[in-house]
């Protein structure tokens, strides 16, 4: 492989902010917050942020990078694309999980659903996902599509992943923004409380983290080899 020691570099700083990010969503909501819990209250809420960024972020990042592994281009192509489609479904059941938890949460509190711009990117990025997903099983997984349609759909494919990959780190921050700013009062998150800044730095890692994932995924030289593709 082209450039081994600079793809492994990029690998593991991309785990360790990956790990990392997934370590401060934890520490979050334990330390700071109520816990987790399956409650219908805070800890409940608190299930949202700790599985989108596991499954969307973490888990969904390793599910784009996977082909890019060296170690794996001696594993069928079939192989591959069912570790890939599998991340994306352990993904996605994490997500609407993340997701039925937070509209528990607000309705057994009276608060509005869906009126923040991270509920509005967020629910479209899921169901864009989940077209993209099933799609994607039937274009490229089963046998059924021909040569020619792959080969169409393909950057799209790509692209769409990448793009709805962005607008989930994009989710992320709003996400974690419109939280600080609704449960900091004393001190409110203006005067930059130590949650503030623990939890501004966890924006930050899943940013690198995104950004690794994605100068990973688009390099040409570290692509699985063609002639691996039985
Ligand atoms: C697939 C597959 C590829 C691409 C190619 C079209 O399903 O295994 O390598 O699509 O056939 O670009």
């Known amino acids: 492989m082209e450039g081994y020691r600079s793809f492994l570099f990029f690998l593991v700083s991309s785990l360790?902010?990956?790990f990392l990010g997934v370590i401060f969503v934890l520490v979050w909501v334990l330390y700071w917050r109520e816990g987790l819990a399956w409650n219908g209250g805070a800890a409940e809420f608190n299930l949202h942020p700790l599985l989108v960024i596991t499954g969307f972020v973490f888990i969904e990042g390793i599910a784009i990078i996977v082909?890019?592994?060296p170690w794996t281009w001696k594993c069928s192509k079939l192989l591959m694309k069912c570790i890939h489609a599998g991340l994306h479904l352990v993904a996605i059941v994490l997500v609407i999980v993340a997701m039925v938890a937070v509209f528990e949460y607000h309705n057994s509190f009276k608060i509005p659903n869906m009126f923040s711009l991270h509920s509005w990117v967020g629910l479209t990025v899921v169901i864009?996902?989940?077209?993209?997903l099933v799609m994607s099983i039937f274009v490229f997984l089963l046998p059924?599509?021909?040569d020619s349609l792959r080969a169409?759909?393909?950057?799209?494919?790509?692209?769409m992943g990448l793009l709805l990959y962005g607008s989930i780190i994009a989710t992320c921050l709003m996400g974690i923004t419109e939280k600080l700013i609704f449960t900091l009062k004393?001190?409110?998150y203006s005067k930059l409380p130590p949650e503030a800044?623990?939890?501004?730095?966890?924006?930050?890692?899943?940013?690198?983290f995104g950004g690794l994932v994605i100068w990973i995924?688009?390099?040409?030289?570290w692509k699985r080899p063609p002639n691996y593709d039985v």
Request: hydrophobic content about 55%.
């Open 128 to 132: 864009l996902f989940f077209l993209q």
């Open 144 to 146: 059924i599509a021909s």
């Open 16 to 18: 360790l902010f990956g």
């Open 152 to 159: 169409a759909l393909m950057p799209i494919h790509g692209y």
């Open 186 to 188: 004393e001190p409110p």
């Open 217 to 221: 995924a688009t390099r040409p030289a």
């Open 67 to 69: 082909y890019r592994l």
């Open 197 to 208: 800044i623990f939890v501004n730095t966890l924006g930050l890692l899943i940013v690198v």
